[in-house]
């Protein structure tokens, strides 16, 4: 029977050897080092140089570096350290400690010291494996707890380089390497696709409402053409709820009382917090009941918060409650409150007060430009679609991290 520490849980056929724990100082290459202590001057054009702002979501990404340092600089920061293909970096000080990159590129550059830099000895040690140890719950649990307390944690390098690495010999660590890798891979190419529906919302959104004095939008589907008509807000909405400053005192029923953080992506579906009013409270306290089919905007504290209501319920005095007169229409509407032209007509009735609020009578005097009822059924169906899409690709982005944090647990010890 394998012995728990020996073996992980989880292993690709044909290993059988016990893993060893080694000191990650006896595995590297020399010892752990970091860039200049002192602030570099930076000028226009020069080398990269980067630090903690550039370690994001396990890469790095240079469009956040620090700026430039000159040649001549760089070449004393080399007397230290030379960065180097497959290095592996650890955010050792600040707020972000414990963040891990591995360098993927040739080109010229360097760092400042809150990065720890490690090298492997590729003969004991695969770059990529330790990159993926040092992700694990359990080393990211040690960085944390061994740097030092104050303004800002600090892990010592000399600390770091005492840290136990678990490792098999160097063909497994290539097979669990390998397989991370190609999962990290399939994280960034759902990530690159959720930012590009992202990216298509938001330009759609700029280009199918027109804008400010115009008529028509930029973009429109086949077979429309009348102008867009000017109306007021409440000519298309039946009620605007403004919901009681009061909070029940008392919860149990099924009508759901629901806050700001109970909103997933497009739609209020109920409260995630499980708090819940009866009718009899809701006639004591004359409660405002928000109809299924409606909207909520957010019309004090957080800006700009729109959602489509599932089911009655109540909320607080963050939202108002918008009931439209065709609910064919409510899909247009939610992607209309999403536009550029309505958050700047929020922005500026908000204009002068101290704490953001906008009143009922300004939604209901708010003016709008709107197309027919049809039109805006398709205008209403195509950003739909992309909410759809948008979602989809946020749960296979999850799964994705889920299924790595499972496998990390499960391949390492």
Same mark, same amino acid.
């Given at each position: 029977m394998i012995e728990k520490k020996k073996a992980p849980k989880l292993r690709f056929p044909g290993f059988t050897d016990d893993w060893e724990q080694r000191k990650l100082l006896d595995l590297l290459s020399q010892p752990i080092t970091d860039g200049p202590h002192e602030t570099p001057d930076l000028v226009d054009k020069g080398v990269p140089f980067i630090s903690v702002d550039a370690i994001?979501?396990?890469?790095?990404?240079?469009?956040? %570096? #620090?700026?430039?340092?000159? &040649?001549?600089?760089? !070449?004393?920061?080399?007397?230290? /350290?030379?960065?180097? #293909?497959?290095?592996?970096? =650890? *955010?050792?000080?600040?707020?972000? *400690?414990?963040?891990?990159?591995?360098?993927?590129?040739? $080109?010229r550059f360097?760092?400042?010291?809150? =990065?720890?830099?490690? #090298?492997?000895? #590729?003969?004991?040690?695969?770059? %990529? /494996? @330790? /990159?993926?140890?040092?992700? !694990?719950?359990?080393?990211? +649990?040690? *960085?944390?707890?061994?740097?030092?307390?104050? $303004? +800002?944690?600090?892990?010592?390098?000399r600390i770091l380089e005492k840290f136990n690495v678990r490792l098999p010999g160097m063909d497994e660590q290539k097979k669990i390497s390998d397989c991370l890798d190609n999962l990290d891979h399939l994280i960034t190419l759902h990530q690159r696709k959720l930012e590009?529906?992202?990216?298509?919302?938001?330009?759609?959104?700029?280009?199918?409402?027109?804008?400010?004095?115009?008529?028509?939008?930029?973009?429109r589907f086949p077979g429309f053409t009348d102008d867009w008509e000017q109306r007021k807000l409440e000519d298309e909405f039946s009620d605007f709820i403004v919901p009681m400053r009061d909070k029940p005192?008392?919860?149990g029923g099924n009508i759901p009382w629901t806050r700001i953080e109970d909103i997933e992506g497009k739609y209020l579906n109920g409260t995630l917090s499980n708090q819940y009013v009866t009718e009899d409270t809701v006639k004591k306290m004359n409660l405002k009941i928000i109809p299924k089919n409606s909207l909520?905007?957010?019309?004090?504290?957080?800006?700009?918060?729109?959602?489509?209501? $599932?089911?009655? @319920?109540?909320?607080?005095?963050?939202?108002?409650? =918008?009931?439209? %007169? &065709?609910?064919? $229409?409510?899909?247009?509407?939610?992607?209309?409150?999403?536009?550029?032209? *309505?958050?700047?007509?929020?922005? @500026? +009735?908000?204009?002068?007060?101290?704490?953001? /609020?906008?009143a009922r009578e300004s939604f209901e005097k708010m003016p709008v430009t709107i197309p027919s009822k049809y039109e805006m059924i398709k205008i209403g169906q195509h950003f739909n679609n992309l909410d759809r899409l948008i979602t989809l690709h946020q749960r296979e982005l999850e799964h994705l991290k889920l299924l790595k944090k499972g496998l990390l647990q499960q391949m390492f010890i």
């Open positions: 994001v979501d396990n890469k790095i990404d240079f469009h956040r %570096k #620090r700026g430039f340092i000159t &040649e001549e600089y760089d !070449l004393e920061c080399r007397k230290k /350290y030379a960065p180097q #293909r497959d290095d592996v970096y =650890l *955010v050792k000080s600040g707020s972000t *400690v414990g963040k891990v990159a591995i360098v993927e590129t040739d $080109t360097n760092i400042w010291s809150p =990065l720890a830099a490690m #090298r492997a000895n #590729r003969d004991l040690l695969l770059p %990529k /494996y @330790l /990159y993926h140890f040092l992700q !694990l719950k359990d080393t990211q +649990q040690e *960085v944390f707890a061994k740097s030092k307390g104050g $303004t +800002q944690p600090n892990l010592s390098m590009h529906t992202k990216d298509l919302k938001k330009s759609m959104l700029q280009k199918m409402f027109p804008k400010k004095g115009e008529k028509n939008p930029e973009i005192k008392e919860f909520i905007v957010s019309s004090s504290a957080t800006f700009g918060v729109v959602a489509v209501v $599932t089911q009655d @319920l109540i909320t607080n005095q963050t939202f108002i409650g =918008l009931v439209p %007169k &065709e609910i064919e $229409t409510i899909d247009y509407w939610y992607a209309y409150f999403n536009s550029d032209e *309505v958050k700047k007509y929020m922005r @500026l +009735q908000s204009a002068g007060s101290t704490i953001f /609020y906008i």
